[in-house]
């Protein structure tokens, strides 16, 4: 059996494929380290896609009363031994893609990316969670990491399941 094969069976991409399903739950976004700028409701779906090697994740939420949406591609790199995603969304990112990449810490996958803010010479970090603590619930993570300075966090998506 492949790689791959054994990781669909009990690896990451099981754990991947354990994450896919409707879910609705609460969007928390920080524009300052503790203070709490909007707690608003987000609907997503994760899904495979190509045949379980990647999962996709799209939501809907809104900010201040205004909808934005935006989709991560998830996957975990057999070659390069990490995880991988990427990242587009109609708030955040304008018109880049965030690539990041990471490992699993003790039972969190753990990516981290970069972005230019305001110069392409100044880049801040953008740290991304993704645990389920049980079958469901789904927390993902978004920390922000301004040049040197500790990660405050950003954004939390925290799902339930829609049962069918």
């Not at 754990?15 to 399903?21: H, N, Q, R």
């Not at 990647?54 to 009363?65: D, N, P």
């Not at 990041?100 to 039972?107: A, F, N, Q, T, V």
């Not at 996958?109 to 969670?129: C, F, I, Q």
Request: glycine share 10%; net charge negative.
């Amino acid at each position: 059996m492949s790689k791959f094969q054994d990781s669909l069976k009990d690896g990451h991409h099981k754990k991947f494929a354990d994450m896919c399903g409707n879910w609705k739950g609460t969007s928390r976004t920080w524009f300052e380290p503790d203070v709490l700028t909007d707690e608003s409701t987000v609907e997503g779906k994760v899904y495979q896609a190509l045949g379980g090697l990647f999962v996709i994740h799209e939501y809907t939420a809104s900010l201040q009363g205004k909808e934005h949406s935006g989709l991560m591609i998830v996957g975990a790199s057999f070659s390069e031994e990490k995880f991988q995603t990427a990242w587009i969304d109609s708030f955040h990112n304008g018109t880049n893609i965030l690539l990041s990449d990471g490992k699993m810490e003790e039972g969190i996958y753990s990516v981290l990316g970069s972005y230019a803010a305001g110069s392409p010479d100044v880049r801040w970090g953008w740290r991304t969670t993704l645990e389920q603590p049980d079958a469901d619930t789904l927390v993902m993570t978004m920390y922000n990491i301004q040049p040197g300075e500790q990660e405050a966090k950003a954004v939390e998506f925290t799902y339930s399941r829609v049962k069918e």
